[in-house]
């Protein structure tokens, strides 16, 4: 089986640059490897946490009591015709850059979104509307039963009936993504490249990697009529900050890692933007953030 570390910093595996130590931390360098590694925490009784990007998370600063499998080395890929198959830690721009090698179309929406197969899966990533639930043909899962990881197949009626904006059913039964199967058309390549090259050039445009961050930190409710980003702007909160952690004057939605940021300062930032949104609009925004780890008295 790979190698367990004991207390291993996260930060540096998270966009957010944030984190405090994982007490056992591993890198599977296959899907059976991956698997052992799930069983041993799963007989030592420790929780576990799959990490693929880093992406959408905010560790605490006391870290994670438990098991991380970070995937970054579950990297296999293989084309059929015209679907791609790719491990849960391949990265998703990288899925890109293939599809459009092959001349693939579908995946180009996704260009420049930071993170994992495994993790767009999990988050129901979305974006300009489409999401990869609607582009999956299907997904090989390990499901835990009791002590037990049996394989499973997820076909794609079954995973579209089931997912809705940024919810999966990873999110709710413990189900661990170990490929998917995307199903793409062909389509000529200067087209593909394209979209691919204006979807990077928007992202860049909106200062998206300037800094460290998590993309956003709400998800968005069209039932409020415009998005989280607009409502908090108007609330003029753009640039508040504590610590190293300011809401971004580009781009009221995310909340940027200016060098030095905690755990802590994100968290009570996110929790000023929630009541002052409460207080002032009536409106619960409801967080995309992940808050992992252990936040027993933080924040
Ligand atoms: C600059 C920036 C821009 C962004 N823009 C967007 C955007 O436009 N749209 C959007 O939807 N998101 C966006 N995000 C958020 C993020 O990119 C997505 O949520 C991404 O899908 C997260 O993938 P990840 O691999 O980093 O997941 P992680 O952050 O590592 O994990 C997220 C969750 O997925 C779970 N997970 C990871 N791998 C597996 C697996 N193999 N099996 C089961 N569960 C797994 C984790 O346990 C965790 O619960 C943005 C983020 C950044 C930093």
């Not at 997912?163 to 995307?182: G, H």
């Amino acid at each position: 089986m790979s190698v367990i570390e004991r207390d291993i910093p996260l930060a540096p595996y998270t966009t957010f640059r944030i984190g405090g130590p994982a007490s056992y931390f591993t890198v599977p360098e296959s899907l059976e490897e991956y698997r052992k590694c799930m069983l041993w925490a799963v007989k030592k009784e420790l929780p576990f946490f799959i990490l693929g990007g880093g992406a959408n998370i905010l560790v605490s600063d006391k870290g994670y009591r438990g098991l991380v499998i970070h995937t970054k080395k579950l990297k296999g890929e293989q084309i059929k015709g015209t679907d791609i198959t790719a491990e849960c830690g391949v990265m998703i721009d990288h899925l890109v850059e293939v599809s459009l090698e092959h001349c693939l179309s579908g995946i180009e929406f996704a260009a420049g979104l930071p993170g994992t197969v495994g993790g767009a899966l999990y988050m129901n990533a979305q974006v300009y509307k489409v999401s990869f639930a609607s582009i999956i043909k299907e997904v090989r899962i390990f499901q835990l039963k009791g002590r037990e990881l049996e394989e499973k197949v997820l076909k794609r009626k079954e995973l579209v009936q089931s997912s809705s904006y940024k919810r999966s059913v990873f999110q709710r039964e413990y189900y661990f993504v170990s490929k998917a199967v995307f199903g793409l058309k062909k389509a000529p390549h200067t087209e593909i490249l394209s979209k691919i090259k204006e979807n990077r050039a928007s992202r860049k445009e909106k200062g998206q990697y300037r800094y460290p961050n998590a993309g956003s930190i709400f998800k968005n409710n069209y039932k409020f009529g415009k998005p989280s980003g607009m409502i908090i702007d108007e609330l003029g909160l753009k640039g508040t900050r504590i610590g190293d952690a300011e809401v971004y004057k580009e781009h009221a939605n995310f909340i940027i890692n200016r060098g030095s940021a905690t755990a802590s300062d994100v968290y009570r930032l996110i929790r000023i933007i929630e009541d002052e949104v409460y207080k002032k609009r009536g409106i619960k925004l409801e967080r995309e953030v992940l808050l992992i780890g252990d936040w027993e008295g933080q924040g």
